[in-house]
């Protein structure tokens, strides 16, 4: 049964999952999907082609599914698919996919969208991710698992933040982060390990130990980046949370690596 207040409105063709809450005064296009258990609590849009998994909570004044705030948008039918166990905060806004970037805007589940963040088109978000107050990402950006984007940053459309990165509040955020990495600054650099998130989730000394070599290794004065990341492959390779920096370092970039202000690691 949906528990559906008589201010709301919900447009027919929507489709609803058992023991929903959709408050006063919510608006629910037609072409929407609500999971099982999914809280609207007052005022809250959610429009366009917008699924919402199970156990979703979302606050009031957000703008979930309509528009992509993007010139080049031409009415496609995009889509914008949001996993279960999200808490959207207030006035945070989320926009679906355009025809430049795969029709579809992702996010992942379990993840915190704090008061006023902003997930533009074509973003692709993982699990448990965290966005804090007023956090914004431009349009393709791709957050990886438990990442954390401090409040007040902004994230260059393009970039990629890796798993278990932190960005720091007030950032401006114009390349690439590595996973496990930790930026900050108004044009952001790479200031070192994000050694808290890592002890948070249960890593091992041993590969926290092998991680920061790594890293000192990798962002070391001598030779090119290339050069040391090949070295650090074939010394550390063999370790999965290193691998992880390699892999994704090796992988296609639109906008570089974000690096060390000063040129080498700390």
Do not use: W
């Not at 999907?33 to 609590?41: I, M, Y």
């Not at 914008?80 to 805007?105: D, F, S, W």
């Not at 978000?125 to 940053?153: E, K, R, W, Y």
């Not at 990798?218 to 030779?223: S, V, Y």
């Amino acid at each position: 049964m949906a528990d559906i207040h008589p201010t709301a409105i919900v447009e027919e063709g929507a489709r609803l999952g058992d023991d929903i809450r959709i408050g006063p005064y919510c608006v629910v296009g037609a072409a929407v999907e609500l999971g099982r258990g999914v809280v609207l609590e007052s005022h809250v849009v959610v429009g366009g082609r917008t699924r919402i998994g199970d156990n979703s909570h979302i606050f009031p004044f957000a703008s979930i599914g309509l528009k992509p705030q993007d010139l080049k948008f031409k009415g496609e039918e995009s889509e914008l698919i949001i996993g279960k166990g999200n808490q959207i905060r207030e006035h945070v806004t989320m926009n679906p996919g355009t025809a430049g970037g795969g029709l579809v805007t992702r996010v992942g589940d379990n993840c915190l969208f704090m008061v006023g963040s902003h997930v533009a088109h074509d973003c692709i978000i993982g699990d448990n991710v965290i966005m804090a107050n007023n956090a914004t990402l431009a349009g393709h950006v791709s957050l990886g698992d438990n990442a954390i984007i401090g409040g007040l940053s902004a994230v260059h459309q393009f970039v990629r933040i890796g798993h278990h990165a932190m960005v720091g509040g007030m950032s401006g955020v114009e390349q690439d982060v590595i996973p496990f990495g930790s930026v900050t600054g108004d044009r952001a650099h790479l200031q070192g390990l994000n050694l808290v998130g890592l002890k948070r989730h249960g890593f091992e000394r041993e590969d926290i130990h092998t991680l920061r070599n790594a890293y000192r290794l990798l962002f070391a004065d001598e030779g090119t980046l290339s050069e040391r990341l090949s070295d650090v492959a074939k010394v550390f390779g063999e370790n999965s949370v290193v691998a992880a920096i390699v892999g994704f370092m090796r992988s296609e970039s639109q906008r570089g690596i974000c690096q060390p202000r000063d040129g080498h690691a700390d």
